[in-house]
């Protein structure tokens, strides 16, 4: 979508003096940054344009423009504003009612003190605090600057017991609008001291929950460094108990080795007994046919004689005789 002129009149016209209706606005503007010169020149223009009642808005609308480029880190808009706000500024404090003219030099101090610009604001006809002028070039170390910063409090309440003096301890009608005045400065300061502390307070609580992390992940990696160096531990004790097995099965199974006899032990003696079963069975077979022998003869000489001693038998056998009855 590109830049349209007459899209930013309908903007600009339409322009309340609500946050909605600001903030709105400022992003849509903070949109086409490429054009921030364009955009700074018609929003000048429309300023000197319209009437009083219409300025404060306007002022509004650049205000929260710049500070947005300020915190987005964009300087597009910041240096386009920064060449038009003084003269136009200038021009609004002389049309707005005194109301009005408060506002304007509060947005002008807040734009210094906070250093929006790299030059601190010069707006004839609005007066800006020492402090706030000196801008980024102010000397002195932050100690010095805190110190400076302090004593306001003090200044107010100097110039408050001054005013009680000179109205000998009880003011008067005549006192007013002193004492007016001052209450409204104390109330813009006020207002300042609170928004800063704020934004210091919300600084303060960022940089500890960025510390509370950055102790969190140290935390973590030294406890996984801490379970890694235990895993390596474990790891190594597993490997030597291993080793430390291993060493202990070789030097069992040497000393077994060296109790067993050998498969050539085993062997010779296993002939050495087979040679003596040999012998032994060699011996018994020699012997068996003797026997056999002796026995064959032996009953060779058996049957000899008996059929020798049954002849003799028969022979010598005496005859009966026999005897019939008479």
Request: aromatic share 6%; with cysteine; glycine share 4%.
């Amino acid at each position: 979508m590109s830049y349209s002129e007459e899209k930013l009149l309908q903007k600009l016209d339409s322009l309340a003096e609500t946050q909605d209706s600001i903030v709105s606005t400022s992003q849509w503007v903070l949109f086409y940054y490429r054009n921030a010169d364009q955009i700074a020149s018609r929003w000048e223009k429309c300023l000197m344009e319209s009437p009083p009642s219409k300025i404060l808005a306007l002022v509004y609308l650049a205000n929260d423009v710049v500070q947005q480029s300020r915190a987005r880190k964009k300087t597009e808009f910041i240096d386009a504003f920064s060449t038009v706000l003084p003269n136009a500024l200038s021009y609004a404090y002389g049309k707005v009612p005194e109301s009005t003219q408060k506002r304007l030099q509060k947005i002008v101090r807040v734009l210094n003190e906070r250093r929006v610009f790299p030059q601190p604001l010069k707006v004839k006809g609005i007066d800006v605090p020492e402090a706030a002028a000196k801008g980024d070039g102010e000397s002195g170390s932050e100690g010095d600057k805190l110190k400076a910063l302090t004593t306001v409090g003090s200044k107010f309440q100097r110039l408050y017991h001054e005013l009680l003096l000179s109205a000998n301890g009880s003011f008067t009608q005549t006192h007013l609008s002193e004492l007016e005045q001052i209450q409204g400065s104390l109330k813009e300061n006020i207002a300042i001291m609170q928004e800063i502390e704020a934004n210091v307070s919300k600084d303060i609580e960022k940089i500890h929950q960025r510390s509370k992390i950055q102790l969190q992940k140290s935390a973590e990696i030294v406890k996984k460094q801490q379970e890694l160096q235990e895993l390596r531990k474990a790891e190594e004790q597993k490997r030597l108990d291993e080793e430390a097995e291993r060493l202990e099965r070789l030097k069992r199974q040497q000393e077994e080795d060296n109790l067993l006899p050998t498969y050539q032990d085993d062997s010779d003696s296993d002939s050495e007994e087979e040679k003596k079963e040999s012998s032994s069975i060699a011996e018994s077979d020699n012997e068996t046919p003797v026997h056999s022998s002796k026995s064959s003869s032996t009953a060779g000489n058996s049957n000899e004689s008996s059929t020798i001693d049954g002849d003799n038998t028969d022979q010598e056998r005496p005859k009966k005789k026999l005897r019939f009855a008479d």
